[in-house]
């Protein structure tokens, strides 16, 4: 009977943690971007923090900029977030990327975020 309880107990516990999880869960499965960014054999993910950014405008420039680097197979630029997400050949050093962020204006900072 205790165990009944015990089961029955954690059963609702799992059901209101769900409710109350769920709509979070399927805001950021919904906001990952349309592409995938899973790396392909010869490509990597590398994600950059970005600061500088203040409206989409910013986010445009920055992703522009890093979509122009040789290597560079997709960009994604959160503005929320201060985050871009790049996939890129191996051989792409993340200085060029940060690079990149600065040339896109004076006031926009980068850097590799901890893996």
């Given at each position: 009977?205790?165990?009944?309880?015990?089961?029955?107990?954690?059963?609702?516990?799992?059901?209101?943690?769900?409710?109350?999880?769920?709509?979070?869960?399927?805001?950021?499965?919904?906001?990952?971007p349309r592409q995938s960014l899973a790396a392909r054999a010869g490509q990597r993910v590398v994600t950059l923090e970005v600061g500088g950014m203040t409206c989409s405008g910013c986010a445009s420039a920055v992703q522009a900029s890093l979509d122009q680097v040789p290597g560079v197979a997709t960009t994604l630029v959160r503005l929320q977030q201060r985050r871009a997400y790049i996939v890129c050949d191996l051989g792409v050093p993340d200085t060029s990327l940060v690079a990149a962020v600065h040339r896109a204006g004076p006031g926009f900072l980068a850097a590799v975020a901890a893996r």
């Amino acid at each position: 009977m205790r165990r009944d309880l015990f089961n029955i107990g954690a059963l609702v516990t799992m059901v209101l943690v769900l409710a109350v999880g769920g709509p979070w869960l399927a805001r950021e499965v919904k906001s990952l971007p349309r592409q995938s960014l899973a790396a392909r054999a010869g490509q990597r993910v590398v994600t950059l923090e970005v600061g500088g950014m203040t409206c989409s405008g910013c986010a445009s420039a920055v992703q522009a900029s890093l979509d122009q680097v040789p290597g560079v197979a997709t960009t994604l630029v959160r503005l929320q977030q201060r985050r871009a997400y790049i996939v890129c050949d191996l051989g792409v050093p993340d200085t060029s990327l940060v690079a990149a962020v600065h040339r896109a204006g004076p006031g926009f900072l980068a850097a590799v975020a901890a893996r």
